[in-house]
């Protein structure tokens, strides 16, 4: 089993940039497919971008294309996010997930992903 703790959150201007951090413990880590979603306030919980084991294969959210950017470090057991031209409807709760397939993490809202990070929050103001 995969366990995910998340680091990076803050407020930031519409347009500057932030970077996320996900730490993963686990020996199956580099078996797993790792990702990110948020939650904006009052709204449901959406996927954002997620990156194969190899690294060879990402997928994004059409929102986030084009600015935002995941990445993973498999020596460091670790998955980014890196977040630039950041708009103020991209203030969420951001969680970093993990599962065994891609599919999983594109397929609607997360309710298959099977770990769970517990979130940190990203607050972009105008």
């Known amino acids: 089993q995969v366990q995910l703790v998340e680091f990076g959150g803050g407020s930031v201007q519409a347009g500057d940039s932030l970077r996320l951090s996900c730490s993963a413990s686990?020996?199956?880590?580099?078996?797993?497919?790792l990702g990110w979603f948020r939650r904006a306030p009052g709204k449901g919980r959406e996927f954002v971008a997620a990156?194969?084991?190899?690294?060879?294969?990402?997928e994004y959210a059409d929102s986030v294309k084009g600015r935002f950017t995941v990445s993973r470090d498999n020596a460091k057991s670790s998955v980014y996010l890196q977040m630039d031209n950041l708009k103020p409807e991209d203030t969420a709760v951001y969680y970093c997930?993990?599962?065994?397939?891609?599919?999983?993490?594109?397929?609607?809202?997360?309710?298959?992903?099977?770990?769970w990070g517990q979130g940190t929050l990203v607050t972009v103001s105008s």
């Open positions: 997930a993990a599962d065994r397939y891609m599919t999983s993490m594109t397929a609607g809202s997360g309710d298959t992903v099977e770990v």
């Open positions: 686990g020996r199956t880590f580099s078996a797993y497919v």
């Open positions: 990156i194969h084991w190899s690294g060879g294969r990402t």
